[in-house]
């Protein structure tokens, strides 16, 4: 019996609509129409919320030159300036103590010995539950320790524990097999740990360091609570000495795009990181040469019977 084919896969032809997997269904083209509309309301909504947003800030006279000249100063300029840079040390020094202290606290939890397991696990647990602002107040006033000490303690301490459950996840989710043929390569635990469990898994939780990451540096804005002079206290003491009606407005409209583009930044740095990961020659697969025609004997190709 002959299984009859199709004239598109008798000539090697692939199928015009995609096909179904095993975890989802491909929307037919009902369905896609359907999609089509939503994307098309929700267009509408945001442009429409965005146009009556622009609306606003002209009837309150947002754009006017009166409210925008105090930023040619040179003093203002230098004030943000400066709390720019407060805030980008801050975040620097809270990201690498932060980075440290989520791979010591990772390195306990996974530990072998129990009591070392236990205490990890229980300041991990203390500081993720903790808020940040509590922390940097009891750090500050109860501690009596000094704004920028007090603001990148308690960022390193709450982003530390977030990122040691962040690598502790990420060396558990690499195969079982990956440090069993390790062991038995007689590899010792820090061994199979630095060279084969971590360089594995920090490709798979650099997505997740990077949001961390984000957030350090959106929570530098806390220091101003504290009067560290960061970039949203300078902003904070500007708005405070202008003359007229509604002055966050404008200093918000210049701060927001400042931090906004510094975690896109951040990002693009993550996905840049990822992309040279990619290309990097140790960690591509090793191309196979095409199998070729060989000898069977050691001593060359077979011998040939006699010719009669």
Not at 10 to 27: I, R
Request: charged residues 15%.
């Amino acid at each position: 019996m002959t299984a009859t084919t199709t004239p598109a896969a008798s000539a090697g032809a692939t199928p015009s609509t995609p096909e179904s997997t095993a975890l989802y269904d491909v929307p037919g083209p009902r369905t896609r129409q359907r999609h089509r509309i939503y994307g098309v309301i929700c267009t509408v909504l945001i442009l429409a919320l965005i146009g009556w947003i622009i609306y606003l800030l002209f009837d309150t006279d947002q754009f006017t030159y009166t409210k925008w000249m105090p930023f040619e100063y040179k003093g203002i300029q230098e004030l943000l300036l400066r709390g720019l840079g407060n805030t980008l040390k801050a975040f620097g020094i809270a990201a690498v103590l932060s980075l440290a202290l989520g791979g010591i606290l990772a390195t306990g939890r996974l530990s072998d010995h129990r009591f070392v397991r236990w205490l990890s696990t229980l300041v991990v647990e203390f500081f993720r539950a903790m808020p940040v602002l509590v922390m940097i107040f009891f750090i500050f006033v109860a501690l009596k320790v000094q704004p920028l000490p007090a603001l990148v303690a308690g960022l390193t301490l709450y982003n530390g524990s977030v990122l040691a459950e962040v690598f502790r996840s990420g060396v558990n989710a690499v195969e079982r097999g990956q440090h069993e043929a390790a062991f038995a390569l007689g590899m010792r635990k820090t061994q199979v740990m630095t060279f084969v469990l971590v360089p594995q898994a920090v490709r798979a939780m650099l997505p997740a360091i990077i949001s961390q990451l984000v957030v350090a540096l959106k929570d530098t804005s806390l220091g101003y609570l504290i009067t560290y002079e960061e970039f949203l206290h300078a902003g904070k003491l500007i708005a405070s000495n202008l003359d007229y009606d509604l002055p966050f407005i404008p200093v918000v409209m210049v701060i927001s795009p400042i931090y906004i583009g510094m975690c896109m930044l951040l990002s693009w740095f993550a996905h840049w990181v990822a992309r040279r990961e990619r290309r990097n020659p140790k960690t591509e697969a090793a191309g196979v040469a095409a199998a070729e025609p060989g000898t069977l004997l050691p001593g060359g190709a077979p011998p040939t019977p006699p010719r009669l």
